[in-house]
């Protein structure tokens, strides 16, 4: 078993979360998923988490601090995800998620490992400013960014266009939108990713992993 046993989930009643959370708990993890909404709390029980009512805007690099020193990993999965405009994106996607990797790094060496779900090319966006992606794409290359200089122990998850495809495994491919063209990530996938690697003790080697649904057993990466 892992000595990283107590993992803090952001974001735990997002799609990702709920498919990932059982997966973390069947990995003999001790799990604590972060929601904002008190109607979901139940949901969040049943799945075997400790429920954690928190709005992710309205805590402090200080807050963060506090609420991560008792954790081992934790996982970033919040977001706005396009429902409240441009500056909940930012707050949430980019502010909230640069104030948590502030906190862990306050910790210094008894900070978590970090892994961040990002998106395949975040940091490489050639996105127009017109469109209606661009706040997303750039927040996310801003929280990435400060991720790789905060001195943490990281990992960045690159998946591509994302589905609820049931998959077989995985391939690894280049951190580009070319690579990633015509290629999808079911969420399934991303959910063993953070099983397999939130059960480790230690990251892989790369700090980006980019990866579509392929045929490569998870425990390969």
Same mark, same amino acid.
């Given at each position: 078993m892992?000595?990283?046993?107590?993992?803090?989930?952001?974001?735990?009643?997002?799609?990702?979360?709920? %498919? !990932? +959370?059982?997966?973390?708990v069947d990995a003999s993890? @001790?799990?604590?998923?972060? =929601?904002?909404?008190?109607?979901?709390?139940?949901?969040?029980?049943? %799945?075997?988490? @400790?429920?954690?009512?928190?709005?992710? +805007?309205?805590?402090?690099? $200080?807050?963060? /601090?506090? %609420? %991560?020193? $008792?954790f081992d990993v934790v996982v970033w999965s919040a977001g706005n995800g396009g429902? /409240?405009?441009?500056?909940? @994106? =930012? !707050?949430?996607?980019r502010d909230a998620a640069i104030a948590s990797i502030d906190g862990a790094a306050q910790l210094g060496e008894d900070a978590p490992r970090y892994i961040m779900i990002s998106y395949i090319g975040a940091t490489k966006h050639t996105i127009d400013p017109a469109d209606s992606f661009y706040p997303y794409a750039e927040a996310k290359k801003a929280a990435d960014e400060h991720l790789a200089t905060s001195g943490l122990d990281y990992l960045i998850l690159g998946p591509s266009a994302l589905t609820m495809d049931e998959v077989s495994g995985i391939e690894v491919i280049d951190d580009t939108s070319e690579a990633a063209a015509g290629r999808s990530t079911s969420r399934i996938l991303v959910a063993e990713v953070i099983a397999e690697l939130a059960a480790r003790d230690s990251f892989p080697e790369a700090k980006v992993l980019p990866f579509v649904d392929g045929t490569a057993p998870v425990s390969s990466i």
């Open positions: 892992s000595n990283s046993s107590k993992v803090l989930f952001i974001g735990g009643h997002g799609k990702v979360g709920l %498919l !990932a +959370t059982p997966l973390l993890l @001790t799990v604590t998923s972060l =929601y904002r909404n008190p109607d979901h709390r139940a949901e969040i029980e049943a %799945l075997g988490a @400790t429920p954690l009512e928190r709005d992710v +805007t309205e805590l402090s690099v $200080d807050d963060w /601090a506090e %609420l %991560l020193k $008792d429902k /409240a405009g441009a500056d909940a @994106t =930012y !707050a949430i996607d």
